[in-house]
């Protein structure tokens, strides 16, 4: 059904693999007994042979248990990190929701605004003819030239959101963020995320909330110890996933 | 749409380096102005505030004017030895700052990198540029004690210009270089605070190379070290203190080199950064 819209995006066999350090219980033993020079350290293969097509004007949910990879996959999809082999190939470069790291706890939500649209890509020019909708739709214009330390949570995750939808990328990825903030920003954000994902080329969702897949989604992708167990139907695929965890 | 992944490009390859630069530039807004908005996050819990941009190096100064200008003597061959050591200690200060921050710009960044794509050159251009502001109150503080010891401006103050450009871009080579090196070997932040204080010493700092040294062989050995060449540049605009060939050419060669070999270093592992 979906052969003849064009691909987006094509990971063709995609493995990451991380090199987790190791944490052991420092003593002077372990010092002199290990034979071995340097840390040890485990790889962990967090996505493990998976192939995937996203195409223009698709929804594509992403489910799995906690741990299966779709964060890494997400990761990896944009560049952020290195495949241990295979391929992901793609009309534009990807990107994820959100620019919280970029954000700065001592200095005012304005400066910030400024801060995380330029980690955006955004030049100067554009965040400051921006900026007085950013406030508006996260809705701090009271607190904005406070410092951000002195913000909730909730008011750091509208900031975070409002600045990181005001460019709509062309193939955009977004790990669980549509339930930020209060009863009415949550409104307002499940709007601007549908406004965000008709204006997208495509869309990637990842989220553990299953009426939120099967309503926004056009197709569904179960990752499972980082390998892909089934791909299709948003209905069958969120069931048959929902069985699974149900048996264990 | 005969053929819909013609357009496809490969997500996991560095974009080509002319490409990439292009990408820099773009977003050099990126790269001058969050670190001048970190500066300002520095000093914002502090009484005297902003004040401290200019206290710092007006301290630092002091200190070590205190030590090696009152308390030991190591002035020997030295007309001003006040604006000598002025000029010594903040240059020698900044290149220090430039590096030792570069070290950790990448592990510091690491939320940032591994959420948002950008090249990631920025992070140690934003490195150099925010060391860089930092050092204009310095510079300024240092030009005015310069004047106050009895110096005064002359056409061969405008070659300062040259100098302190020569030194960013030497500041900005080191600095790719250092950063690649602190993203895969932690360690080394722990190691550039020694280089460093053997560095101060081997950059005549703090006493005159050509006073102490008197062999033709090791006094061209000072001018393979980058630092003491800027130092002794910027002595020979401020202080008309003696400069030869060797040491402006060192200070060229050093600039150059590590800038290409920077980029080239930073560029190919610029997708590996995050790992």
């Known amino acids: ?248 | 749409m005969s053929d819909p992944d013609q357009q496809l490009v490969d997500l996991t390859r560095p974009s080509p380096p002319v490409a990439y630069l292009a990408e820099v530039w773009r977003r050099r807004d990126f790269a001058i102005l969050v670190p001048v908005q970190d500066l300002r996050a520095q000093n914002m819990g502090s009484a005297l505030g902003q004040l401290w941009h200019l206290l710092n190096p007006a301290l630092m100064v002091a200190v070590y004017f205190l030590i090696f200008g009152v308390i030991i003597d190591t002035s020997r061959g030295v007309d001003n030895f006040l604006g000598f050591l002025i000029v010594g200690v903040v240059w020698f200060h900044l290149t220090q700052r430039v590096v030792q921050d570069a070290a950790v710009c990448i592990p510091r960044n690491l939320g940032l990198i591994r959420s948002v794509q950008f090249p990631r050159i920025l992070l140690p251009a934003a490195t150099v540029n925010g060391q860089t502001a930092a050092f204009v109150p310095a510079l300024v503080l240092a030009l005015a004690a310069v004047i106050a010891t009895g110096e005064r401006p002359s056409l061969r103050w405008l070659a300062l210009i040259g100098v302190l450009a020569a030194q960013f871009v030497f500041n900005f080579g080191a600095a790719l270089l250092v950063a690649r090196i602190g993203a895969a070997v932690p360690d080394v932040r722990q190691l550039l605070p020694h280089v460093f204080r053997l560095l101060f010493y081997a950059s005549g700092v703090i006493f005159s190379v050509d006073a102490f040294v008197t062999s033709e062989f090791w006094r061209r050995a000072f001018a393979l070290n980058p630092i003491y060449d800027v130092i002794t540049c910027a002595r020979w605009c401020l202080l008309g203190e003696p400069v030869d060939s060797w040491v402006v050419a060192g200070m060229l060669a050093w600039g150059s080199v590590l800038l290409v070999a920077g980029f080239a270093v930073f560029w190919r592992s610029d997708q590996r950064l995050g790992a």
């Open chain 1, 1 to 248: 059904m979906d052969s003849g819209r064009a691909v987006t995006v094509r990971v063709d066999d995609a493995h990451v693999h991380y090199r987790v350090y190791e944490d052991p219980a420092a003593g002077i033993k372990q010092l002199f007994a290990s034979g071995r020079t340097g840390r040890r350290y485990q790889t962990i293969r967090a996505v493990r042979g998976v192939s995937l097509d996203l195409h223009e004007s698709e929804t594509l949910g992403l489910i799995g248990a906690n741990g299966s990879g779709k964060s890494t996959l997400l990761a990896a999809m944009t560049g952020l990190l290195p495949l241990a082999s295979g391929t992901i190939l793609g009309r534009s470069r990807p990107s994820l929701l959100g620019v919280s790291a970029a954000l700065r706890s001592a200095l005012s939500g304005r400066r910030n605004i400024l801060i995380g649209g330029l980690a955006l890509g955004f030049t100067r020019a554009e965040v400051e003819s921006r900026i007085d909708e950013i406030i508006d739709f996260a809705g701090l214009r009271a607190a904005i030239d406070r410092p951000l330390r002195t913000y909730s949570s909730g008011m750091r995750a509208r900031l975070n959101f409002a600045i990181a939808t005001a460019r709509i990328p062309d193939i955009l990825l977004i790990d669980e963020a549509l339930s930020v903030g209060d009863e009415d920003f949550r409104v307002r954000s499940a709007e601007r995320i549908d406004e965000v994902c008709s204006a997208a080329g495509s869309v990637v969702l990842v989220s553990h909330n299953m009426a939120e897949i099967e309503g926004s989604c056009d197709r569904v992708a179960w990752l499972d110890d980082g390998v892909l167990k089934a791909v299709g139907e948003p209905g069958e695929v969120v069931a048959a996933y929902l069985a699974s965890t149900a048996s264990r």
